[in-house]
């Protein structure tokens, strides 16, 4: 249920309960109707609620996803955690970042990591997403890495 649809419900549980005080303070209330009367306004009472739920439940989730979004950084290709108390972590994969995965880069050994850069491939297969098609025939992605972005020993090798 839409919040605005439990405003509506509510607005209406209201007015209907000012109707019900108006007639039975004029007298035009009879005992018979008074039941179905505070049936329907409890009716619209507990559809507000349920759309107050749903928004809360909402709420929730997009200030959860809000505060991973701020602390993720985006540079040199990939994504990083903001570390409080220190330098960033990382380099995670930023298509999985994307997709809500905190997932880790590997090191790729059978490749010359001997220079500035770490080349470094998501472990997660990515073929077939739209991002990986865009690359070209189907290729996972290898992300360039400048080596002093990288924690010492991150990738258990001497630079």
């Not at 220190?86 to 930023?94: A, I, S, T």
């Not at 997932?103 to 991002?131: E, I, N, Y």
């Amino acid at each position: 249920m839409e919040i605005s649809s439990g405003l509506s419900a509510l607005k209406a549980a209201a007015d209907l309960t000012r109707a019900a005080r108006d007639a039975a303070k004029a007298g035009l209330l009879k005992p018979e109707e008074f039941a179905g009367r505070v049936a329907e306004i409890y009716d619209y009472i507990i559809d507000s609620k349920e759309a107050l739920l749903t928004a809360q439940q909402e709420f929730s989730i997009l200030r959860n996803e809000n505060e991973t979004l701020k602390s993720t950084v985006f540079h040199h290709s990939v994504s990083w955690r903001k570390v409080p108390d220190g330098p960033e972590d990382g380099p995670f994969c930023p298509i999985c970042v994307s997709e809500g995965i905190n997932m880790r880069l590997v090191f790729r050994d059978h490749v010359d990591q001997s220079g500035a850069f770490w080349f470094l491939p998501c472990p997660k297969t990515h073929v077939g997403t739209s991002v990986v098609r865009d690359l070209g025939r189907g290729r996972e992605p290898v992300y360039t890495v400048p080596k002093e972005l990288v924690a010492e020993g991150r990738y258990f090798l001497h630079q």
